[in-house]
C-alpha cells in the first residue's frame, strides 16, 4: 500500500481524510486509484484531458515528481505520496 497525503484543502473530498492507503506502483496508478475511491477528487487533481492541474505538485517521499519521471515515477509500498496545492496569491492590497 501507498499512502497519499491529502492537503487540508481538499480534505473535504475524501471525506475529512488526511491520508488514503492505495495500491499503484507509479505516481498515475496511485492518483487514479484515489480518485476511484474519492471521485469527486478527480476534477482537483487532472483537467478535462486527463493532466495533472498546473497548480498540484506532487512529491514521493521528498522528491518533487517533477524532476523525476512525472506521474510515470515508480512508487513503492510504504511509500507516501504527497499532494500540494500551490497557493497564489496577488500583491499587496
Do not use: C, K
Amino acid at each position: 500500500m501507498v499512502t497519499v497525503r491529502i492537503p487540508g484543502p481538499m480534505r473535504s473530498l475524501t471525506g475529512g481524510a488526511s491520508s488514503v492507503a492505495v495500491e499503484g506502483a507509479t505516481v498515475r496508478e496511485v492518483l487514479e486509484a484515489l480518485v476511484a475511491l474519492h471521485p469527486q477528487a478527480r476534477p482537483r487533481i487532472f483537467d478535462d484531458q486527463g493532466r495533472l492541474r498546473r497548480f498540484v505538485n506532487l512529491y514521493v517521499g521528498e522528491e518533487d515528481v517533477r524532476f523525476a519521471d512525472g506521474l510515470e515515477t515508480g512508487v513503492e509500498a510504504g511509500q507516501a505520496v504527497s499532494i500540494l496545492a500551490a497557493v497564489a496569491g496577488g500583491g499587496r492590497p
